[in-house]
């Protein structure tokens, strides 16, 4: 724990100097632009806060937000749950997975016109979206973090009589932990991506419909901070994942860092 304390500048540090880097690079590669695409990094920042007002962000922002978290949460219920239990039983493992392999393979972004067909243009198809791409590296880190269940855990846990929810609770679920979050990080970008592209169509409000609009109505400016915020807005729930999987999986991340104290 100290020495976490006594890391932290360093972490900070190390966390903000490629950001920094890159920010400089961009000021001063752009600062002598003249071309309408890609104006200079001064411009956009001095556009930034009178294009995303607190009325914008109640209007554009928050919806493509709780979009987000309905789809996640979604696919994070059905990917562990349907992940757990064809981990968990190789006869339904066996029968899952071609079909899993098949549905898989197909990039979430064509399923947005077959998801329009069946729910419509409203949030619903946007939710429907974000969750039908999340749910994969979701259910899959699942199933290999369940089937990858030490055995002699496993036959403890039968000796005394752990059995049923108790041992989901108490063995399945926590061993499986870090695969399982590898796999909520995967779809947490994944997630991101599709919310912008499902407010690419047919919406009247979100980050994606925003920013279309703005390059359709030729505000290049505009567009590139709506571009800014979606990395800004990716970077802070990174760090939020972090922080709740940093809390979740403390013991594992205790023991990880102990072990390379000890070697």
Known sequence: MKGGVKDWPLRLFLALALPSVLLAVWWFASDDSTDVYWPPLRTILTAFPDVWTGDRLREDVLPSVLRLSAGYACAAAAGVGLGTLIGSHRRVRAVCEPALEFVRAVP????????????????????????????????????????????????????????????????????????????????????????????????????????????????????????????????????????????????????????????
């Open 108 to 263: 979430p972004p064509v399923l947005v016109p077959v998801i329009m067909l069946f729910a419509g243009i409203g949030d619903t198809m946007k939710i429907a979206v974000i969750a039908a791409g999340c749910v994969w590296p979701i259910l899959l880190n699942t199933v290999e973090g369940v089937r990858s269940l030490d055995a002699v855990m496993s036959e403890t846990a039968r000796s005394y009589g752990i059995t049923g929810v108790a041992r989901l609770r108490h063995l399945v679920l926590p061993a499986a932990g870090p695969q399982i979050f590898a796999g909520l990080r995967q779809a947490l970008s994944i997630g991101i991506i599709l919310m912008v592209i499902s407010e690419m169509f047919a919406a009247d409000n979100g980050l994606g419909f925003t920013i279309v609009q703005f390059q359709r109505g030729f505000a290049i400016a505009d567009m590139w901070t709506g571009i800014l915020l979606l990395g800004l807005l990716g970077f802070a729930l990174s760090v939020l994942f972090h922080t709740v999987e940093r809390r979740v999986l403390g013991w594992y991340h205790g023991l990880r860092d102990a072990t390379r104290r000890s070697s």
